[in-house]
T-cell receptor, first 111, second 114 residues
């Protein structure tokens, strides 16, 4: 079961780009890297998923180096509403789900 | 598209009582998950269903927790008897079989055991 390591907390000013890096040294060949966002009193929300190189959607970008032992979630021009906990997870796409959420990174956006 | 529905949203019980939570997943999602989230921690998987069958229940405290998914749609999670340490938010999620990492979560049920 691949575990991940990410910073406990980060602060950023509104309008800045935020990069949250996650370490997953024991990632397996069939594992994908997935990021979730969780607001207080809500369930986690899927943000983005990737296997290698770069993935971009309307919410964020995910950068994965060739060795796949780490990944970086990039949030462009954050706003106050991006204040949340961000979880980095690794796991296979099918079969028994091995997603381990950990404690995540608490991002606080400051006006 | 309707999201994952859960009820009740809040529940307060005394220790040693029993409680049940209900979940209705997104239509077409064959895989259903129950998570426990203790304050300040990330969600912890309790049980995973694929259709009617259990895929993984290795972290379910089977002496007091039980779950079922009849007809491969709705699911219920029961705790009997409850302990103080069961106070947490219980989250239900669902996904397509081939997209297990893209899970859709319900709003959760906040359980307080006194």
């Amino acid at each position: 079961l691949a575990k991940t390591t990410q910073p406990i907390s980060m602060d950023s000013y509104e309008g800045q780009e935020v990069n949250i890096t996650c370490s997953h040294n024991n990632i397996a060949t069939n594992d994908y890297i997935t990021w979730y966002q969780q607001f207080p009193s809500q369930g986690p929300r899927f943000i983005i998923q990737g296997y290698k190189t770069k993935v971009t959607n309307e919410v964020a970008s995910l950068f994965i180096p060739a060795d796949r032992k780490s990944s970086t979630l990039s949030l462009p021009r954050v706003s106050l509403s991006d204040t949340a906990v961000y979880y980095c997870l690794v796991g296979e796409e099918t079969g028994a789900n091995n997603l381990f959420f950990g404690t995540g990174t608490r991002l606080t956006v400051i006006p | 598209e309707a999201g994952v529905a859960q009820s009740p949203r809040y529940k307060i019980i005394e220790k040693r009582q029993s409680v049940a939570f209900w979940c209705n997943p997104i239509s077409g999602h064959a895989t259903l998950y129950w998570y426990q989230q203790i304050l300040g921690q990330g969600p912890k998987l309790l049980i995973q269903f694929q259709n009617n069958g259990v895929v993984d229940d290795s972290q379910l405290p089977k002496d007091r927790f039980s779950a079922e998914r009849l007809k491969g749609v709705d699911s219920t999670l029961k705790i009997q008897p409850a302990k103080l340490e069961d106070s947490a938010v219980y989250l239900c999620a669902s996904s397509l079989v081939r997209r297990a990492n893209e899970q859709y979560f319900g709003p959760g049920t906040r359980l307080t055991v006194t």
